[in-house]
């Protein structure tokens, strides 16, 4: 459910010559790592997700700019602004998920525990309150 998504703060290291932050399987986050892909150009007024996955877990992050997620698990409704290269939002599976408010020049990083299976989203979100009944 929606109390498993989580912010995770990730190990960054800092010195004179800038950042730099580490995704490690099973020690970062929960789930090993199957695919990345990211977001960017996205308008300003755009919105994307609108979808929920069956299995997939992901851990979203930030990492240029800031967007919004507002996620849904059929009862709850819980909102995180990300705007941090060193947070990432931990999605469990089942939960929607809308993605907006994109800044200009914002990357979104989506690490992600399988491949791509078109048969693992719910696209509809009545089809998706049926599913979590
Ligand atoms: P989608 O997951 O709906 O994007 P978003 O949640 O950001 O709005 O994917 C958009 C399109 O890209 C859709 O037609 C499927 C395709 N796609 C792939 O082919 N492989 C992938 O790994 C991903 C994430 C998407």
């Known amino acids: 459910n929606i109390n498993q998504c989580q912010l ?13 932050t580490i995704v490690e399987n099973h020690i970062s986050i929960p789930f090993s790592v199957k695919r990345i892909y990211y ?13 929920a996955h069956k299995e ?15 996620l849904n698990d059929g009862k709850q409704v819980k909102s995180f602004f990300l705007n941090n290269p060193n947070i990432g939002l931990l ?29 693992d989203y719910i696209r509809d979100f009545q089809e998706f309150q049926k599913y979590k009944k």
């Open 8 to 20: 995770i703060e990730l190990n960054k290291v800092h010195n004179r010559a800038g950042n730099l």
């Open 91 to 119: 999605i469990v599976p089942g939960i929607w998920r809308d993605l907006s408010e994109f800044s200009s020049g914002s990357v979104c990083l989506v690490l992600a525990s399988m491949k791509y299976e078109a048969e």
């Open 39 to 51: 977001l960017y150009d996205v308008p300003s007024n755009a919105e994307r997700g609108g979808h």
């Open 56 to 70: 997939l877990h992901q851990l979203i992050v930030a990492a240029s700019g800031s967007f919004r997620i507002t």
